[in-house]
């Protein structure tokens, strides 16, 4: 029986591996299940040539008693499922060893992409760099396709697209010429390429036909940005197809490399990668522009679903904001959570960063090998006085694999005007692509009582650039399609768009029709939990008394500039006794991670048997905190200088944002240069 899954986050120094056995009875129920954590090198060649495949052969070996040589194929027979999240595709990009790719577009725009949408992030530098392309060379192909607006010009052989847009084919693809460019890229040795035609998100034909032609001359890789992100605008799309057709060579070779070492069988494991949006997508739908976060993304998700602070008696129960730092052997990632996961559904990769957020009422997860060692110094540098440490948290992106959500994302473009006439075919579009949606995950082994399905609709005011996501209702588990339609015949979009639009641009326009550009559909299967302390609650259980320290060391604080005898605590004694404090200096021994208790730090043992600390200094605040009794003779904070700084820039951008997003597009052609 398959009673093992696994979760494996592979990093740029170390691979961690979270797996969890289900205990059976005689009958076959699972009665317990017992965790295992192992952390290996990511690469050491002279022992082992794959280490999450090495990680799953360790575990197998441990759990079992059975041997598992490793010079002969994992046995597949006892997995139920393998969860993967890798830095392969974020590596590429960053070192540029990508795929070579050659990219196809439309005769007259082989600069489109190389111009970009030509913002400056530092319009006053005198120098300009130019950010690198990820294509080494341009086919233009002899083909123009033109978008009939208007009814009375349209003409008996224009074809409506899948937008519900009208296309007339001004000009036929030359197919001769097409080949003859596209053979010499091949003969160069170029072995990706990347279409980007306009107009293909509502007519892909042309780019189908440049697919046909391009797989027949014998190259590998072929990505279509009417299939890869079949949304209005070529530079975002083009973009986006540039960077699937980059990275996705570098992990189908990933993928076979790993599947290569495995016995028969594995076609009956539920393999699946960590997306860029916090997903999980089967192995064969986990492409390259999906996978640029995969490996920062499952700390994201762990510490997201795991951080829940003690509740305070008779106050509601509130998600608090979240700052993650995940500190590894190679890079820290810094993320930000308030409750809810953002931009699921972007296909390009923004790189935003938000700035102006008073991080001080903030809690900080510090995660990673060397994160919580760090812990306290790096809240007191931010003037934040709560850290919350997971009991895993030298693995925890691993672990956040194990407890993250299955996806499939569809969208499908449109052009129509959002209106009470104009419903019924909008609700059509949606149910049909969340039919396919939970098709997917069906056919890849889920139920189809397991699977949520949430609706959205891409509008925006006409005459404006840039479209609001309005996220429509949310679909019970296992809800039929049917039912589906008909909370959308009675869910107002309008409302929910006009609500949202006032509360981020502070008004709406009147007496303007609301468009559509795409229609999209997000279908997820949430795991199994079997992991108790996630269903615990935050509430902090009756206070007990400490456990006595496991031994006292030396430990040298900078602060204080002296050696002091600290007491050092093993983590899984400290689970004896949930809901005892302890005060610092002292160290806490975790597995896979050292937590460093600084002084006037205190720290809480949660019900779940994470670690929740406490500065009481900086919570308590200082004496006399009131504007009128504070002295003036106070040194100058750099931090909060930052934030301020920060968040005075942040209003601009802000305004520049929102000048560009709400008004007609000729009027903001130069937003960036104000």
């Given amino acids: ?102 990219l196809v577009t439309t005769k007259g725009f082989h600069d489109l992409l190389y111009i970009g949408n ?26 123009r396709l033109q978008i009939v607006s208007n009814e009375k010009d349209r003409q008996p052989t224009d074809e409506k697209g899948i937008s519900g847009d009208y296309i007339r084919v001004i000009q036929d693809l030359d197919a001769d010429d097409l080949t003859k460019k596209l053979q010499a890229a091949r003969d160069d040795g170029v072995e990706s390429v990347a279409i980007v035609l306009l107009h293909s998100y509502t007519f892909p034909r042309h780019e189908q036909q440049v697919r046909d032609i391009a797989v027949k001359l014998g190259f590998t890789q072929v990505s279509l940005s009417s299939e890869v992100m079949p949304m209005v605008k070529a530079v975002p799309r083009g973009f986006t197809t540039c960077a699937d057709a980059y990275l996705t060579p570098v992990i189908k070779k990933y993928v076979a490399s790993f599947c290569a070492g495995f016995g028969e069988g594995l ?21 390259g522009h999906r996978a640029i976060l995969s490996g920062p993304a499952g700390g994201v998700v762990g510490y997201a679903r795991t951080t829940r602070p003690p509740e305070t008696p008779g106050a509601a129960s509130v998600q608090p ?86 996806v499939v994302d569809k969208q499908q473009p449109s052009s129509a005007e959002y209106s009470a006439a104009t419903k019924p075919a909008l609700i059509s579009s949606l149910t049909k692509i969340a039919d396919e949606a939970v098709n997917e995950l069906v056919a890849d082994g889920f139920q189809h ?33 049917a039912s589906g339609a008909d909370a959308l015949a009675v869910f107002d979009f309008e409302a929910t768009f006009v609500k949202k639009y006032q509360r981020e641009f502070g008004f709406v326009l009147q007496n303007r029709s609301i468009l559509i550009d795409d229609v999209r559909v997000r279908a997820t299967v949430s795991p199994d939990l079997k992991d108790p302390a996630l269903t615990v609650g935050a509430s902090a259980v009756e206070a007990v008394e400490p456990c006595s320290p496991h031994s006292m060391t030396r430990f040298y604080f900078e602060q204080e500039k002296a050696w002091k005898q600290i007491p050092v605590y093993l983590h899984e004694e400290l689970l004896e006794k949930r809901g005892a404090k302890y005060t610092g200096p002292a160290v806490i021994m975790q597995g896979t991670a050292t937590v460093v208790v600084e002084p006037e730090w205190g720290v809480q043992i ?20 009131h504007p009128a009794l504070r002295s003036e003779d106070v040194p100058l904070d750099p931090i909060q200088l930052s934030v301020f700084s920060h968040r005075f820039m942040g209003i601009a951008e802000q305004m520049g944002r929102t000048l560009a997003r709400s008004a007609p597009p000729a009027q903001v052609l130069g937003r960036r240069s104000l």
């Fill in 321 to 406: 904001a979240v700052i993650g730092f995940d500190m590894g052997g190679t890079s820290t990632d810094v993320s930000r959570f308030d409750g809810k996961f953002e931009h699921v559904l972007e296909s390009v990769t923004a790189n935003v960063t938000n700035k102006g957020y008073d991080i001080s009422t903030h809690i900080l997860a510090c995660f990673g090998g060397a994160g919580p060692q760090h812990a306290c110094s790096i809240a007191k540098a931010l003037g934040m006085s709560r850290v919350y440490i997971h009991r895993y948290s030298g693995i925890l992106s691993a672990y956040g694999l194990s407890v993250a959500d299955s």
């Fill in 118 to 143: 030509q913002s400056r992030p530092k319009i006053f530098d005198l120098e300009i760099h130019m950010p690198d392309t990820l294509y080494d060379s341009v086919v233009e192909v002899d083909e």
């Fill in 267 to 287: 076609d009956q494991v539920n393999i699946s990668f960590m997306q860029s949006d916090g997903g999980l997508a089967r192995m064969k739908h986990f492409h």
């Fill in 606 to 625: 949660m019900p779940s048997g994470d670690l929740f600390l406490v500065n009481s200094v900086e919570a308590a605040g200082p004496e006399n905190d």
């Fill in 449 to 481: 009582e397991d699977v949520q399905v949430q609706y959205f609709l891409n509008m925006r005011y006409e005459g404006t650039d840039n479209a609001v996501m309005t996220r429509g209702p949310a679909g019970a588990k296992g809800e039929s399609i």
């Fill in 1 to 102: 029986m398959r009673v093992f899954r696994f979760a494996i986050d592979r990093g740029g120094t170390f691979t961690d591996v979270y797996a969890e056995m289900d205990v059976l009875d005689a009958q076959g129920n699972v009665v317990d299940v017992q965790p295992k954590v192992i952390k290996l090198l990511s690469e050491d060649p002279a022992n082992y040539p794959d280490a999450p495949r090495e990680g799953i052969r360790r575990v197998l070996e441990i759990m079992t008693g059975v041997p598992h040589p490793r010079d002969q194929p994992v046995d597949t027979a006892k997995i139920q499922s393998i969860r993967m999240g890798t830095t392969v595709a974020t590596n590429a990009l960053l070192e540029r060893n990508g795929e070579r790719t050659v």
